[in-house]
């Protein structure tokens, strides 16, 4: 699990700049942690605290450990505040598309939030990852509709059930 930005690396920032997509994604990969590891699954986290880590060192991480699975955890913004809101649910080769499209699915019926789709992405952890990969925009930082659910447990919490549902279906567990 990949906890986007971190250290020197804010990401996306609310509107009113108190709250950081690196915070966030690093809470939501603890929880999704969490309850792979309740289910049995075998997690290691892109970076487990607030440090920046290297997109190419990410990739290396998954590769390292022989992943069965990379998925990037991020929250979005947008150029002008509250345009967009919502989550979506990116991939790069043909063959991760399935693997998106149940995530999605998921991520659409239970998450209280807009859903816009399985959308094709050209970001490195996807490109360069041999694993399946997936990369999970779950918001925008600058909604004010989003920033009230992101930056709580019970939205983070919603959110890990969905990918932790998908995953369930998608490995037929």
């Known amino acids: 699990i990949d906890a986007g930005h971190g250290g020197r690396d804010s990401g996306a920032v609310s509107a009113d700049n108190s709250i950081f997509e690196k915070d966030i994604t690093l809470s939501t990969a603890i929880l999704l942690r969490n309850r792979l590891q309740d289910a049995g699954a075998n997690v290691i986290l892109s970076r487990s605290s607030d440090e920046f880590v290297s997109l190419d060192d990410r990739v290396i991480t998954g590769h390292n450990y022989q992943a069965d699975l990379f998925i990037s955890l991020h929250y979005d913004a947008i150029e002008v505040a509250n345009s967009m809101s919502g989550t979506t649910t990116y991939y790069y080769s043909e063959s991760n598309l399935e693997l998106a499209n149940t995530v999605n699915r998921y991520l659409a019926q239970l998450g209280p939030l807009n859903n816009n789709g399985v959308r094709h992405g050209n970001y490195y952890v996807l490109r ?44 037929g567990q």
């Open 128 to 171: 360069a990852n041999n694993q399946p990969s997936i990369l999970l925009e779950l918001g925008y930082m600058n909604s004010d509709i989003d920033i009230q659910h992101i930056d709580t447990i019970a939205y983070q919490s919603t959110i890990v059930e969905a990918v932790y549902q998908a995953l369930r279906e998608y490995y």
